[in-house]
Nanobody, 130 residues
Framework: QQELAESGGGSVQAGGSLSLSCVVS????????MGWFRQVPGKKREEVAV????????HYSESAEGRFTISRDNAERMLILQMKDLKAEDTAIYYC???????????????????????WGQGTQVTVSS
């Protein structure tokens, strides 16, 4: 059984919208931080948006700011990413993650090979055609 299961990816034309969902296990939903990340083949994984579980802190990447919204449905243990005005450069595999660290540290920790901090879903493909 997957502990983080993404859904909602697909293909859309530029300017369109998509909503990604991630159902999270009870164990991982208590993580200090939950977030969405994305990766293009051959490039490093990058943060898209994160949401703290302990306070109201959220953070968006510069490219996501103003177009994407991260939210939670606590009753369903679900993390959601609503994306609008999609661009071709948003094409990537999108990963849901539970982070065992403060959301304010995720950018610094993301590319450090430490175990037990990031827990990843399988990913869902988003393809935006121009």
């Amino acid at each position: 059984q997957q502990e983080l299961a993404e859904s909602g990816g697909g293909s859309v034309q530029a300017g369109g919208s998509l909503s990604l969902s991630c159902v999270v296990s009870e164990h991982l939903y208590s993580a200090r931080c939950m977030g969405w990340f994305r990766q293009v083949p051959g490039k490093k994984r990058e943060e898209v948006a994160v949401s703290s579980s302990v306070d109201a802190y959220t953070h968006y990447s510069e490219s996501a700011e103003g177009r994407f919204t991260i939210s939670r449905d606590n009753a369903e243990r679900m993390l959601i990413l609503q994306m609008k005005d999609l661009k071709a450069e948003d094409t990537a595999i999108y990963y849901c993650a539970a982070v065992m660290a403060d959301c304010r540290s995720t950018l610094q920790l993301l590319h450090i090979p430490t175990g037990g901090i990031f827990y990843w879903g399988q990913g869902t493909q988003v393809t935006v055609s121009s």
